[in-house]
């Protein structure tokens, strides 16, 4: 069973740029999540899907960062513009039910 | 929110040594989660456990959930045991919450 795909793996922009994720769940996942992981921490979750809709997306900074999930499958997380702040990893994780699965991430530096 | 505290926060064995990781919630929780966090940033689910006690191999977990509490053993380390050890809790439907996480080194 393949797991959850993210791309890219790796990104630097200079601050103020804009930047997209793209992640694709384990298949027949209904629920997809994106989280923040900073240096040293846990991560954070940012946005939760079932499906095609929103479930959670109160820790999701919504003045630069977006998230959609169009015909309930694969998803894009764009932030624009970016801080410097915003230099952590991006998780994708998938789940049949409750327990998760994770992407590799994409590390993200902004310069 | 929930409240996630592990310990220890730091963890350093020699291979082939026994070790137990500690997760405590500041409130109830029926989704509980550990993971493994290894050097190249992967995480790997190692149990969902939201009560009980769970084997897989040489890692077995246990949560007391009326006392908020999840234990992660780990018996005869191994080099690749090596990386972060989080928790995460939460209830049916709502948000996992992270620990800060263990950091495990076992040395050869």
């Known amino acids: 069973e393949a797991g959850v795909a993210q791309s890219p793996r790796y990104k630097i922009i200079e601050k103020r740029q804009s930047v997209a994720f793209w992640c694709n769940p384990i298949s027949g996942h209904a629920t997809l999540y994106w989280y923040q992981q900073i240096l040293g921490q846990g991560p954070k979750l940012l946005i939760q899907f079932q499906n095609n809709g929103v479930v959670d997306d109160s820790q999701l900074p919504k003045d630069r960062f977006s998230a959609e999930r169009l015909k309930g499958v694969d998803s894009t997380l764009k932030i624009q513009p970016a801080k410097l702040e915003d230099s952590a990893v991006y998780l994708c994780?998938?789940?049949?039910?409750?327990?998760?699965?994770f992407g590799p991430g994409t590390r993200l530096t902004v310069l | 929110g929930i409240q996630v505290e592990q310990s220890p926060p730091d963890l350093i064995l020699q291979e082939g040594a026994n070790s137990t990781l500690r997760c405590n919630f500041s409130?109830?929780?029926?989704?509980l989660q550990w993971f493994h966090q290894n050097p190249w940033g992967q995480l790997i689910n190692l149990f969902y456990?939201?009560?009980g006690t769970k084997q897989n191999g040489r890692l077995s977990a246990t949560t007391v959930a009326t006392e908020r509490y999840s234990l992660l053993y780990i018996s005869s380390s191994q080099t690749t045991d090596s990386g972060v050890y989080f928790c995460a809790g939460g209830t049916s439907g709502s948000r996992l919450t992270f620990g800060e996480g263990t950091q495990l080194t076992v040395n050869p």
């Open positions: 409130d109830s929780v029926n989704n």
């Open positions: 994780a998938s789940s049949p039910l409750n327990q998760q699965f």
């Open positions: 456990i939201p009560s």
